[in-house]
Nanobody, 124 residues
Framework: QVQLVESGGGLVQAGGSLRLSCAAS????????MGWFRQAPGKERAVVAA????????YYEDSVKGRFTISRDNAKNTVYLQMNSLKPEDTAVYYC?????????????????WGQGTQVTVSS
């Protein structure tokens, strides 16, 4: 059974940085990809960034381009989200998700497995 465990969330002031980690276990991830999503109160869960395990194109939502960086460590089956220049509007629960598809889905139903989520709060 696949498990995804996020860590690294917390409270930070605007302009600060956080690094989220998502450790995957239960199978060998050599294909497919991983996505980071976020969900703020009263809003739908939406993709923030995504990456394929095999490399190639990565995706960023427009509001995080230039501030967030997604990366992966295939040997550790871990995906990271480095978040810099954080803004109050980045406040949300952040989820990582795994897809077996060979492209990067932009919607939640393209992903097979989900982590439990980690809270990120950015104070002004």
């Amino acid at each position: 059974q696949v498990q995804l465990v996020e860590s690294g969330g917390g409270l930070v002031q605007a302009g600060g940085s956080l690094r989220l980690s998502c450790a995957a276990s239960g199978r060998t991830f050599s294909s497919g990809g991983m996505g980071w999503f976020r969900q703020a109160p009263g809003k739908e869960r939406a993709v923030v960034a995504a990456i394929r395990w095999g490399g190639g194109r990565v995706y960023y939502e427009d509001s995080v381009k230039g501030r967030f960086t997604i990366s992966r460590d295939n040997a550790k089956n871990t995906v990271y989200l480095q978040m810099n220049s954080l803004k109050p509007e980045d406040t949300a629960v952040y989820y990582c998700a795994a897809t077996s598809l060979n492209y990067i889905p932009m919607v939640t139903n393209g992903y097979d497995y989900w982590g439990q989520g980690t809270q990120v709060t950015v104070s002004s």
